[in-house]
Each structure stands twice: as C-alpha cells, then as structure tokens.
C-alpha cells in the first residue's frame, strides 16, 4: 500500500474498464433517464393521491396508467439498465479479462430501451395488463427477454471463462441475477400473459414473480454490488466469510417462496400465505449475515461511494426486518392493502438498490471513462438529496399506512375521511419524493457532463487495496 | 462454487422448486376448481360474465382501477371489511374461476368491489355512470370515458344530468357502458359450501380452507 498514486492509477485501470466503456456509459446513460422520468411520475402520482383532479382528464396520465408506468419505468428502465452494467463490469474484473462479444452488449441494450419505450407507450394508450411488476403488454415481452439475454450473456461468459479458479460473493450474486432472471420473466410471459391461468392462479404466479425478481433478480445486483466495493474500498478482508456462501444460497432458494406475502387472509389456500410467513423468517439469516459480512462499510474512512453503500445496506437489512414483521397475520391485517406496504417498496427499491446503484456508478464510472468526477461538491447534494429524499419518502409513507390501515379496520369511519387523516402524510411524502428527483437529476446531469468531458481531469486514485475482494 | 455445472444447477433449483411449491402446488389444488351447481336454482355460480361485462373489464384492467380498489374480501374476523358492508363471507378460489383477468388488488385507497353489484349504486346504472363523471373523495372523475355531442333533435335518453356547453350533451362512450356493467357484475355473494362465513370461534378452520 506504499505504491504512489499514480502507480496505482495505472494498475488501478486497465484495458477491461477502458474496453467496455461505451457499452456500459450507454447502459447507464439510459438508466439515468429512466430514473429521472419514473421519479417525475412518481411525483405525479403522489399528488394525484391527494389531489385527484390532477390530470384526471389526460386518459394516458390516469393514476392506474401512470402508476404503472412510473414501476415499469423504474424496474425494467432503471433497476435494469443500471443492475446490468454494473454486474457487467463486476464480472469482468473479477474474471480478470475484458468483456467480450460488446457489439451484443450494444445492440441488446438499444433493443431493450426501444422495447421498453413501445411497451410504455402501450401502457399509456390502453394495453396495459393488471400484473404487478408486470403492466407491460403482450408484444414487447418476448423483444425484451431476447435484448436481455443478449446484454447478458458476455457477463456469464466473463464468469464462466474467468482466469482466476477462486470466486468472490460478488460473482455468485451477479451470475445468479443475470441468469436467472430470464427464466423469471419467461415463465411469468407464459402463465400470465400467452397462456395465462385462470382465477386465483394469476395472482399466484404475479405474486411468485414480484418476490422473484425482487429477491433473485434486483436484490442480488445490488448485493454484488456491495460485496465488491467494501472490500476493495476499505482493503479489508470481510468478516465472517465463511457464512456468505450460505447466505447466498438461503437468499436463492428461500426468496421466491415469499411470493405469498400479499395474499395473507386472500382467496388462496392458506399454506401459500403460511409458507410466506415462515420464508419471511428464514430470509432473517440471509439479512444478518449480510450486516455481519459487510460491517466494515462503516470504517470507511470518508469514501463518499461507500456512504452510498451504507446506506444501501441499512436499508436493504432492515428492509428484511420490516418484512418479516409485516408478514405476520396480526400485522399485516393492519398494513395490507395501505401505503405501508407501498413504503416497504420504497425502502427496498429506493433505499437499498438505488442507493447501492449509486454507489457502484460513482466508483466505476471514472474507472470506465479514465476521467474523474467533474464535481464533487454534485456528489456530496446528491448524497444528501437522495438520503433526505428516501428516509421522508419512506417515513411519511409508512405513517401514512398506519392512519390508513388504522382507520380501514375501524369501520365507521368514511372513505372521505381517510383521505383527510392520510392527506398531511401524502403531502410530506411528496416533499420527500421531489427532494429524491432532484437529487437524482444532479446524477443525471453530472454523469452526462462526465461522459461528454474530453480534457477534463484525468482520474487520480487512492492507492487501490491489493486485493479485489476478499479472499473466499 | 469451483464447479461451474453444479453452481448452475442450484441456481435452477432456485428458481424452479418455489415455483413448482407455489404455482404447481397450487394449481393441483385449484387447477380442477369448477363453478358450483346448485339443484335448486338450477344454475351454475359464480355466473357467467355478460360479455359486454367481459369487455369492461378490459377497460377496468386498462384503466388501471386495481390500482386504488381491492376485489377481494376477507374473513370476519380479520380486519373490518364485513362491518364495511363489503360480504359476509370472505371470497373464496371459486368465486374467480370465471375470470380471465382476475383484479384482486394490492391497494385500498377506495373500498373494496368484491361485492358491489350487490350495492344501492350498483342498482341504478344511470347513477353509477353519472358517479364516474364526477370526482368523489378520493376516487378522479373519469371523463375522458365520455363524448361532448351535438344535440340534434331531441337530447338522448341516455345523456348525463351533467354542465354541457348550449346545444351540446355529455355521452357516456361504449367503454362507460361496458365499466359499469361490469361493475354491476361484481357479486360474489354466493354462499359455497367451502365460503361459509368463518366467524370468530370457527377461525382456525378457516386457516385450512
């Protein structure tokens, strides 16, 4: 750790960030845009919860389209784009050799982000099906699965051909998410939209993919995230490595079994919501082996990335706690169906993966383009916008599920007048989400002015931690 | 994890055993669940939906009403939705076995449609599409759902009581007339032997329904 900084920069990039560097600016260019347009209608949408007459008359802004649109936008726009580059990136510098097949990684990213626009274009004119998660029409999906297997598939080739025999937990979490998501979101097309069940099953199979891509898709990108930059940024080894592995595959393998979390006290057999309960638990040791693992995020010296990234994995962890709380009967008859459960989402999208997406963009994006940050005084309000933004969002929405579900169980009292009681909180929420869209307009704009600098200053680096992670 | 082949295989096994648990399981259970005949009336329930109900809803999936409305009843004794006049039985597999766009919902920020066809507004049609003109509380007016048309002649019999501009009435489009008749289709009120109203005592039957 003696070598001099500019030793170390030298080491620090090489030919794999450089190689892929248009591919993945152009992955998280389009993530960027996304994420600015789901945060504007996510605004939208909060007002028209306390103020119904806002664009109740444009038949495309509707509350039911342009909710849709704002969670479609988000997952399959931002969560996407964004997951993919950076497990992309992930994957070739822990497999120690540059990406290959890019040209694909180019073409499947266009193809996914042209899919996406017809797709929300259908939504907003009327061909938007009721599936959580899901509200994309019929034609676009199969255009997606191939786009998406076309980014991907150079990521699991970097692993699969990867010159090191050892691997590190931010592999596994990346390979799983790359890999299986397609046989998520296929078999979800086949029984919800192509050949859809009848009744009940419907929700079953909505409810098994929601908790899928949650726990098999998003949450391992974000977690591969996380167990590659604490490491490599606090050059220490991680704690209690031995348990990751485990934790990993409890997070796999229990994950899905979830799906049943909003169908407690449903028209579905009982066991589903039971299994839900009981999975909801078990996630428990995943979560603690992840705070156990990934606790020296807190040493971390004042590295603005791994600020991102605590926060992220707070969030994320307690996240779990929340959800295994609410799964229990005698609390989910008063969270159900409120904006509780709508502040769980955003914890969990916006709290945790966001904000570890944040952090990986912030560490690699200087790596990929050779130049450092334009501004550091952006990074610090974006920090501060998104932290200020999401514990509001969260907090105020959450509070407002407790009035809710409160007055929902109380039966004498009108719907008119829950929306009174819920109306302060949904105004403080919308306080909370313009704060979050500004901050992430900060993103936005830093990361285009980054990519379209051509002499800026080169980017210096800290003396890199020899190791890339810890050692398994 | 040095062994690519068996690290792909778990991470299938993920993935293919929750779904096997959850969606096969279930659909060995509710797979053969057909509508129920009754001797006595001598139909089948839940009933067939008109297919102009069908078409409405299309246009309430479309829309995007699940949204802000659950279609979905619980138990007596598990939140208030029986003392809210929503059912007196929770609603049970069979009473969607006819539905090829099943809307159970996730969210009540309105109240929940299960049982609305059952309801005073339900009864009057005229009602319920003047109620979609306007805003109530909570719930956006939907009049992009409406036609602003000349009146020639005499005005139509089926124009809303609604501010119109001299000469001109407001229209309910095809698409209103469909929403409401599926609104009206809303009616799962049935009692099946399975949907017998679990009241508090009987409660921990009604865990294994």
Known sequence: MTTAPQAATAAEVTEIDTSARWPLLLLLGSALLWLVLSGILALVNLVQLHTPELLAGCSAMTYGRSSAIQETAFIYGWAANSGLAVALWLLARLGGAPLRSLNWVVAGTLFWNFALVLGIAGIATGDMTSNAWLHLPAYVLPMLLVAYGTIAVPGVLAWTGRRKEMTFAAQWYAVAALFLFPWLFSIAQMMLVFAPERGVLQALVAGWFVQGAWTLWLAPLALAAAYYLVPKITGRVIPSYDFAQLSFWTLLFVGAWTGGRHLIGGPVPAWVATIAVVSCALLLFHYIVVAVNLRGVFCGGGSTVLKFVAFGLVAYVAGGFLDAYTAMRGVAVHTQFTHFSEGQSQLALNGAFSMLMYGAIYFLAPRITGLAWPSVPLIRAHYAAALTGTIVLVVTLIGAGCVQGHDLNTASIPFADIAGHVRPWLLAATAGQAILLLGNLLLATHLFWLAAAKSAAPAVFDPAPAMEASVS | ?209
Not at chain 2, 55 to 67: F, H, R, W
Not at chain 2, 111 to 129: C, E, H, M, N, Y
Request: with cysteine; aromatic share 10%.
């Open chain 2, 1 to 209: 994890m040095k062994n690519g082949f068996t690290f792909f295989l778990g991470l299938f096994l993920a993935v293919a055993l929750a779904w096997a648990g959850i969606v096969m399981g279930s659909h060995v259970q509710l797979g053969h669940l057909a509508p129920y005949f009754d001797e006595n009336e001598g139909k089948a329930f839940p009933e067939r939906m008109p297919g102009i109900a069908a078409q409405g809803q299309l246009v309430y999936q479309d829309l995007g009403c699940a949204a802000c409305h659950t279609q979905q009843v619980r138990r007596p004794d598990f939140g208030s939705d029986k003392a809210r006049g929503w059912g007196d039985r929770q609603s049970v597999a069979r009473d969607y076995v006819n539905q090829a766009h099943v809307q159970l919902g996730e969210s009540r920020v309105g109240p929940d449609l299960a049982t609305f066809g059952a309801r005073p507004l339900a009864v009057d049609a005229s009602r319920l599409i003047q109620y979609l003109y306007e805003q109530h509380g909570g719930m956006p007016a939907y009049r992009f759902l409406f036609e602003e048309r000349k009146i020639t002649g005499e005005r139509s019999a089926n124009a809303l009581k609604a501010a119109a501009p001299a000469g001109y009435e407001i229209i309910p489009s095809h698409r209103a007339v469909a929403l409401v008749a599926y609104l009206q289709s809303l009616n799962n009120v049935y009692e099946y032997p399975e949907a017998r109203p679990v009241e508090p005592a009987a409660a921990k039957e009604g865990e294994s329904k």
